[in-house]
């Protein structure tokens, strides 16, 4: 079947924009990527999150340019810092708990 995907518009404010998307890869794991808007043919960085089942729910901080990435149905919030130049995207932290995000 179908699996779900988001896409948060992000910059702005004198930082490059970017289009960041969550969804699946072709072996179902969790994935995001970020995009130039202008050149849209291959991801300025793409990265597998893991393998759980439930849709990533991407949030986006526009005045501390970070994404939170909460996967429906598990307790895991991701945090991660955009930034203009490679690699575009740094992991800061993950907030883990047994009770599930609705």
């Known amino acids: 079947g179908v699996k779900g995907s988001r896409i948060l518009f992000t910059g702005g404010a004198g930082r490059e924009e970017r289009l960041f998307s969550v969804g ?3 072996s179902s794991d969790r994935c995001f ?44 919030i991701r945090y991660y810092e955009l930034a203009d130049a490679k690699p575009f995207i740094h ?10 995000q609705l």
């Open 91 to 100: 992991y800061i932290s993950d907030y883990k708990s047994s009770t599930p």
């Open 24 to 26: 699946f890869s072709r």
């Open 33 to 76: 990527a970020i995009h130039d808007p202008r050149n849209l043919d291959k991801p300025l960085a793409k990265q597998n999150i893991d393998t759980s089942s439930g849709i990533i729910m991407p949030f986006y901080d526009y005045d501390t340019n970070m994404v939170y990435l909460a996967g429906k149905g598990d307790g895991n």
